[in-house]
């Protein structure tokens, strides 16, 4: 029979009235066929965890970091069964570990490398909605790991594809995927359907609705993704999926902020073989993510400056790092600057459109926005701005594009 698999954000589990409701939602599809049902924590509850470790110690280990935060989801799970049963349904929650879901052995950031379905055949098999806590697996040796912040999306997506089901509906607070964060700017347009490709690109850099580990997954599975809203679930949201054979493509079908941006530049770097291995090596090798790097050179001089940006969560270390580093390159010093966020517009036409670029560059120009730092894919075009300018730079962008209309 076929399977529906549905995952509920924490907005949407966020208070005991909204946990009644998700319950009636997952009923209607539960009075069908099977249902496994994914949910994240309520509401805040995972950063008001973090902020507890925060408060114990300065350093918290992973694996205990890990443990605490994995109990958020236990919660919502076992409350949207105690109402599913209400509803007199046979409902039952699961953990991670209960799930089979198996993960390497990394704490706070774990990928899923396997999950051993045969408990949660049992229970569907024995008729019952299966609860299941998002974000969270365990290590082959038995440990509690978390997937990463969002993480809930791509359990629901793992859990899908695992299980062969059709199709995966990921409910949250707004309508679907937006030309723009609805909740930024409230012109933005409801995107009936939107490619893997795109939605991969909008999500990593700063489309939260869906956690672009889960866009991946559910391209490598071919799986339909549907998003929509949790208090109007009639409506049908935004269909992902592959593009068939057709050729023509909007050019920008969306624009995003990131604001978790920090920008370093090594200056005066001397021009020879070997220093961007020595930079980027090192940052790696201390688990430092580097986004976008620009190159620039001083022929008269023969150096180089260096500009790269990181998460603001890494700054700190990234610019001790490279202090160290400039002293034995012989780099001139090491600029760190907070104040960055970054500007992507995402579209499969952009390829076939060279004007593009131009026009936003001229766009934020003419608006006295200054852009620190540009990078282009071929489906998308990134400008660093300063965090202040951000949120106009979008609009300006949205508006430029027509992308509401
Ligand atoms: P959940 O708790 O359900 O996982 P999230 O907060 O992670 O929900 O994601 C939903 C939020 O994503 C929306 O409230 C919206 O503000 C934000 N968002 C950002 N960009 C977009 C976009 N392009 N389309 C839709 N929502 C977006
Ligand atoms: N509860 C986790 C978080 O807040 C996972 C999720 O909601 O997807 O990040
Ligand atoms: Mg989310």
Do not use: W
């Amino acid at each position: 029979m076929r399977l529906t698999v549905q995952k509920f954000g924490g907005t949407s589990v966020k208070s005991i009235a909204r946990i009644k409701n998700v319950a009636k939602v997952v009923a209607v599809a539960a009075r069908s066929g099977p249902v496994l049902v994914v949910v994240s924590a309520m509401g805040d509850t995972t950063d008001y965890l973090a902020k507890l470790a925060a408060q114990t110690s300065q350093a918290p280990s992973k694996r205990e970091l890990d443990a605490l935060l994995a109990t958020g989801e236990q919660i919502s799970t076992a409350l949207l069964a105690m109402a599913l049963q209400d509803l007199g349904f046979n409902a039952i929650s699961m953990t991670g570990s209960q799930l089979g879901i198996v993960t390497e052995a990394v704490h706070n950031s774990a990928r899923i490398v396997d999950i051993k379905t045969e408990a949660i055949l049992r229970q569907l098999e024995a008729g019952a909605i299966v609860v299941a806590a998002g974000f969270q697996g365990t290590t082959p040796g038995g440990d509690v790991t978390t997937l990463g912040r969002g993480g809930s999306d791509t359990t629901a997506v793992a859990l899908a594809a695992a299980l062969s089901a059709d199709c995966c509906d990921i409910y949250t607070d707004v309508s679907g995927v937006y030309s723009a964060d609805p909740n930024m700017v409230p012109t933005a347009r409801l995107l009936e359907e939107v490619s893997y490709d795109e939605m991969l690109e909008m999500a990593r850099v700063g489309a939260q609705v869906l956690h672009p580990r889960a866009v991946s997954l559910a391209h490598k599975h071919n799986l339909p993704l549907r998003v929509r809203h949790t208090f109007n679930p009639e409506h049908e949201g935004t269909l992902l999926r592959g593009r068939d054979a057709m050729e023509i493509y909007r050019p920008v079908s969306g624009v995003t902020l990131d604001r978790d941006q920090a920008r370093l530049v090594i200056l005066k770097v001397p021009d020879r073989p070997g220093v961007a291995g020595e930079v980027f090596g090192t940052l790696a090798a201390h688990g430092i993510g580097v986004d976008m790097i620009i190159q620039a050179f001083n022929e008269s001089q023969a150096v180089n400056d260096i500009t790269f940006t990181v998460k603001r969560g890494d700054l700190e270390r990234a610019r001790q790092l490279l202090d160290e580093i400039a002293v034995t390159l012989n780099a001139e010093g090491v600029l760190a600057d907070q104040d960055a966020a970054k500007v992507s517009i995402i579209g499969l036409g952009l390829m076939d459109q060279p004007d593009v670029a131009g026009k936003m560059f001229v766009e934020l120009g003419r608006a006295g926005i200054n852009i620190k730092m540009i990078s282009t894919s071929d489906i998308r075009i990134s400008c660093v701005v300063s965090e202040r300018q951000g949120e106009q730079a979008v609009k300006l962008v949205h508006d430029l594009f027509s992308l509401g209309e």
